[in-house]
C-alpha cells in the first residue's frame, strides 16, 4: 500500500487547552525551583517553549479511535475466520508477531485489523502522520504550578506528596495530520475521533481521569492531493491519468 502513492489529505487544526493540559517531560530536572513534574519543552521559534508532542496526539487519537471500531466490531478473530478482523486486542502483545513471518506485503496487509491497516503495527506502516502542536506566533501561553497529593486506597491518608506539577490553561497550538492513501472509512474514522476531542469525550497527556487534558478542535483548512488525476476545469471533472475514468469536481476519491 505505500509503494504507490495514490492520495493524500492534509488537516490543519489548532489545539487549545479547555482546562487545565499537562504532557509531562520524561525525568525532572536538577532545578528545585522547578515543579517535580514539568511540561514537554522543546527549542521552536528561537526560544524554548511547550509543545503537544505529535506522538502523545497520535496515540490518544488511535486510542479513541479503537473504542469506536470496537463498538461496531470486535477484537478477536475466530478460528475459522469468517470476517474481517475490526481492531486489535491492545493486551496481546503477540497479536501481530505471526504477521512478521509473511513474505506477501499484500497479505500483511489484508489479514491485518481495520486500524492497523490505518495506524499500523510491527508488520506494517502506517498512513496517518501527526505533526508536533507548536504554539502559534502572536498567541500568548498561560502556564501555572499547581499542588497535588497521592490518597492511599486503604488508610485514606496521603500516600504520595505533597507533588507540584505544572500545567497550561491558555494557549493555542497548531498541528497538521498527514493521511496518505486513505480509503474514505479511515478519513471517515478520523474525523469522528477528532470530533469526539473536540466535545471532551478524551483528552490528552496526564491526569485525564481528574479532570485535564480536554481540549477544543478548530479546523483552519483541508487539501486533498490526487496524484494520479487531473482536474479538468472546462467540464468540471476529476479525469485519472491514462484512463476515461472520470468524476465530478467536487468528489471526495478514498
Known amino acids: 500500500m505505500h509503494k504507490r502513492y495514490v492520495n493524500h489529505c492534509t ?7 479547555d ?26 521559534g528561537g526560544g524554548r517553549t511547550v509543545y503537544f508532542p505529535g506522538s502523545s496526539l497520535k496515540g490518544a487519537i488511535r ?13 478477536r478473530r475466530p478460528e ?7 481492531a486489535s486486542d491492545p493486551l496481546d502483545q503477540k497479536a501481530n508477531q505471526w504477521l512478521e513471518k509473511i513474505e ?31 504554539p502559534k506566533p502572536g498567541t500568548p501561553l498561560r502556564l501555572e504550578e499547581r499542588n497535588g497529593v497521592a490518597i492511599d486506597r486503604v488508610f485514606g491518608s496521603v500516600e504520595v506528596g505533597p507533588f507540584s506539577y505544572q500545567v497550561c ?15 474514505l472509512a479511515q478519513l471517515g474514522l478520523l474525523g469522528l475521533a477528532l470530533r469526539d476531542l473536540d466535545e471532551g469525550w478524551f483528552g490528552i497527556g496526564f491526569a485525564k481521569s481528574r479532570g485535564m487534558g480536554t481540549v477544543r478542535v478548530e479546523y483552519e483548512w483541508a487539501v486533498v492531493d490526487y496524484p494520479g488525476c487531473l482536474v479538468d476545469e472546462a467540464n468540471e471533472q476529476i479525469r485519472l491519468l491514462g484512463s476515461p475514468l472520470t468524476w465530478p469536481q467536487g468528489s471526495l476519491l478514498g
Open 19 to 44: 482546562g487545565p493540559v499537562l504532557i509531562k517531560a520524561g525525568k525532572g530536572g536538577a532545578d528545585p525551583t522547578k515543579p517535580d513534574m514539568e511540561f514537554v519543552e522543546t527549542y521552536h
Open 11 to 17: 488537516l490543519c487544526l489548532t489545539l487549545k487547552p
Open 63 to 75: 486510542a479513541h479511535a479503537e473504542r469506536i471500531v470496537r463498538t461496531v466490531g470486535s477484537d
Open 169 to 183: 490553561v491558555e494557549g493555542s497550538f497548531q498541528t497538521k495530520i498527514h493521511l496518505k492513501n486513505f480509503t
Open 104 to 134: 506477501e506485503p499484500h497479505q500483511v496487509y489484508a489479514l491485518s485489523s481495520f486500524t492497523d491497516q490505518m495506524f499500523g503495527n510491527t508488520a506494517i506502516a502506517s498512513r496517518v502522520r501527526i505533526e508536533d502542536a507548536y
Open 80 to 86: 475459522g475466520g469468517g470476517f474481517k478482523l475490526w
